[in-house]
């Protein structure tokens, strides 16, 4: 089954992946694939705008169910009580292995 695309959509799954991963500037990419820059803008941003939101999430939020800790900060805490219950520090090694919330 292909994917259903609406009448005026001119980028698939595929052709977004590759505008995230080009090199080229948002002009050429909007050339090449006949988009408006600013389609191809949003498509390039988007994993930064992303991550943007796992960090401040992550390290900026403080959760009232974690009693006003941010994610991070708890996960900190608790390993330093309880080391056992991690296979790795969470310290250590951040962007790797831990990129964010639910991934």
């Known amino acids: 089954m292909g994917q259903v695309l609406h009448g005026s959509a001119r980028t698939t799954e595929a052709v977004r992946r590759t505008i995230q991963h080009s090199q080229e500037s948002l002009r050429a990419l909007s050339k090449r694939y006949g988009s408006n820059p600013k389609t191809v803008a949003k498509w390039k941003q988007l994993h930064r705008r992303l ?9 900026g939020r ?17 390993w330093a009580k309880e080391p056992d219950r991690f296979d790795l520090d969470p310290i250590f090694d951040l962007d790797p292995i831990m990129p964010g919330l639910n991934t």
């Open 51 to 59: 991550s943007d939101f796992i960090n401040a999430y992550n390290y």
């Open 62 to 78: 403080r959760l009232k169910t974690l009693k006003g800790l941010t994610p991070y900060e708890y996960i900190c805490k608790t």
